[in-house]
């Protein structure tokens, strides 16, 4: 199987590795944000009759149909398939693909899949992908900031934080973001596996569904504060477990009160 492969960031590139050393041909190209889809030069102008798109980002529904309704008037086929996991799941092929749209293109592309994730989901129409993706991502992000207020209330009442985390992981809250994303918070260090500018952009999106579904979110809501001043302090770059320096600042005026 051809594939061609465009964006070679923290993700991409693990990813497009990983299709390499399972005997795909890939062409990649490490994408102009100007050029992806629609502008000059994008992937629009290449698409015909028997070719096959598919977006692995994570985008609201409204882009992912508006895309869908251009690749199939050019007669291509289009499939969306955001992907839940960050750098490190990429490079190990453990990723979730939340795959939708065109199921004849699907079935060509579980090869692949297969090599990328360790579970793919078909969800149906082109929308519903998408819409997985961002319920997930809130669920991840709201669930960083309970973790942050944990470990800078554990400190403020004289608790060990590597305890706590212990305590956690042996309990029924146990998971591994935060075995994995634990420890480093507790040192400040934050390298970039899914940086904090993405995960904000996905809590607007998500709240932003929750807006057109009249679903209220008032977890989410307050957990996209945090990231959103974590962003103003520039901080948008650095991994999105980053946002517990902007908790520890809300505990630290407190305690100063």
Do not use: C
Not at 32 to 39: D, G, I, P, R
Not at 89 to 109: C, H, T
Request: charged residues 20%.
């Amino acid at each position: 199987m051809e594939v061609g492969f465009l964006g070679l960031g923290i993700m991409g590139k693990a990813m497009a590795l990983n299709l390499l050393r399972s005997g795909f041909k890939v062409t990649v190209w490490n994408r102009t944000l100007s050029k992806v889809v629609f502008e000059k030069d994008g992937i629009l102008e290449q698409i015909g009759e028997g070719k096959g798109y598919i977006d692995m980002s994570t985008v609201d529904v409204d882009t992912s149909s508006r895309i869908n309704e251009a690749i199939t008037n050019k007669g291509g086929r289009f499939l969306e398939a955001p992907v839940s996991g960050s750098k490190k799941p990429a490079e190990d092929g453990q990723l979730v693909i939340l795959a939708a749209g065109d199921k004849v293109l699907y079935d060509e592309v579980v090869p692949a899949f297969n090599v990328l994730g360790k579970k793919t989901f078909f969800l149906g129409s082109v929308g519903s992908g998408a819409k997985m993706k961002l319920v997930v991502n809130m669920v991840m992000g709201s669930m960083m900031n309970a973790l942050s207020e944990g470990l800078s209330l554990a400190v403020s009442s004289g608790l060990n934080q590597e305890t706590l985390l212990e305590v956690l992981d042996l309990g029924a809250i146990a998971n591994p973001m935060f075995r994995l994303k634990g420890p480093a918070m507790i040192q400040a260090s934050y390298p970039p596996a899914f940086p904090l500018k993405h995960q904000q952009k996905d809590m607007r999106l998500a709240l932003a569904l929750g807006d057109k579904n009249a679903v209220s979110l008032p977890v989410a809501a307050t957990a996209n504060e945090a990231f959103k001043r974590a962003r103003g302090r520039g901080l948008g770059d650095l991994d999105f477990s980053a946002v517990h320096e902007i908790v520890k600042t809300i505990q630290s005026s407190g305690d100063a009160k």
